[in-house]
């Protein structure tokens, strides 16, 4: 994964290629790529496909793109990628932005650092998932998505990534920015391929639980920074959610935590 921060700007030039195939999914914001001399600017939401010995001709610029990627090769690598409807020709695939690219993304990074038994297979098995989901949200691609619909669904993701530890009305941000509700949702989800609210859900679910495991920060500090920590605590405390792992909250325990934050935030975080 990479973001740029410091640098106003990284360009990656390779005449020549690599011997293998690469990957890379915009999360977030843009970054500039060129195919057959020609620059193309490739928003969040779209992965960017190199082929063995292509040129590869990119750049991050100022915006600071988020941006994940991942090198595979095999004997038979052509055909599979076909499979999943990554045609010869193609070089930008349009995924939609979806928390859950990350995550595989963020998976297969874990396994190359940690390197336990059968990571090779592991690595295998979340790749697969990638291009699951890539083949599915290339079924269900709107046709007919003018310009202005992906530009408001670009704000509106940055807009929630950004302010998602926040107080958030879907209806209240449809308004004043002067779109209907029930298109909003619709537009949302078939660019992103979740509901504004379960995006947003995602994100604060994500937060909470790096926040809890990585950090020493107080409860207090952790509530107002993750905006879900109340329902992701009673989730992993209760052991009703299977999707979320139970935690140990360092030497905190959950009665503690769940105490401490009902008693310092009588408010619900889901304004959905």
């Known amino acids: 994964m990479y973001r740029l921060y410091t640098l106003p700007k990284l360009p990656t030039h390779r005449p020549r290629g690599r011997l293998d195939y690469q990957i890379l999914y915009v999360a977030a914001r843009k970054a500039h790529f060129y195919?057959?001399?020609?620059?193309?600017?490739?928003?969040?939401?779209?992965?960017?496909?190199?082929?063995?010995?292509?040129?590869?001709?990119?750049y991050y610029g100022a915006d600071q793109p988020e941006v994940y990627w991942v090198h595979f090769t095999g004997n038979n690598v052509k055909n599979i990628i076909r499979k999943y409807g990554i045609q010869d020709d193609c070089h930008v695939i349009y995924t939609g932005t979806s928390i859950e690219y990350k995550h595989l993304f963020q998976s297969m990074i874990q396994e190359l650092q940690l390197m336990k038994d059968d990571y090779e297979e592991m690595l295998t098995y979340y790749f697969m998932q990638l291009l699951i989901r890539i083949h599915r949200m290339s079924q269900v691609k709107p046709h007919k998505k003018s310009?202005?619909?992906?530009?408001?669904m670009d704000d509106a993701v940055e807009y929630f990534r950004t302010h998602y530890s926040e107080p958030i009305s879907i209806e209240t941000y449809a308004t004043e920015h002067n779109i209907n509700i029930g298109g909003f949702i619709r537009n949302f989800k078939a660019y992103t391929g979740t509901t504004p609210a379960q995006f947003i859900l995602s994100i604060r679910l994500t937060n909470a639980r790096l926040l809890l495991e990585t950090t020493d920060n107080n409860v207090s500090e952790i509530a107002h920074l993750s905006a879900m920590i109340i329902l992701?605590?009673?989730?992993?405390?209760?052991?009703?959610?299977?999707?979320v792992p139970r935690l140990s909250f360092g030497n905190r325990n959950c009665r503690e935590v769940r105490i401490k934050i009902l008693s310092e935030f009588k408010m619900n975080f889901l304004f959905l």
Not at 35 to 58: D, H, L, S, T, W
Not at 232 to 243: E, H, L, P, Q, R
């Open 147 to 152: 310009i202005q619909i992906i530009r408001d």
């Open 232 to 243: 992701y605590i009673s989730a992993v405390c209760s052991g009703n959610n299977t999707d």
């Open 35 to 58: 195919f057959n001399g020609k620059e193309e600017i490739v928003n969040a939401g779209n992965m960017v496909i190199y082929r063995p010995k292509e040129e590869q001709r990119y």
